[in-house]
């Protein structure tokens, strides 16, 4: 990026992709391990970008956010989600 431009949204978004994902990863993370609450795709923090490709895959699937999370953390984890446990 030279210094005669304005950084972009895309500049931005790239200088703080790694940090996002780590911090994100962490969340979730201690999150689901603790199950204090239940997850949804309203109490865990997601970057902008990805909160949107769930939404409109929700949509696409006639499911919800919270379903598609849920699915995605017992893939991760390899257990079944109890939010009740």
Do not use: C, W
Request: proline share 6%; net charge positive; glycine share 2%.
């Amino acid at each position: 990026m030279s210094k005669n431009r304005k950084p972009t949204a895309a500049d931005k978004a790239s200088r703080y992709t790694d940090q996002m994902a780590a911090s994100q990863g962490a969340s979730v993370s201690e999150t689901f391990q603790s199950a204090k609450t239940p997850i949804t795709a309203f109490n865990v923090k997601l970057p902008t970008a990805t909160h949107t490709a769930l939404k409109m895959r929700a949509v696409e699937e006639h499911t919800t956010m919270s379903d598609l999370l849920r699915k995605a953390l017992e893939h991760t984890y390899g257990f079944p989600y109890d939010p009740y446990q």
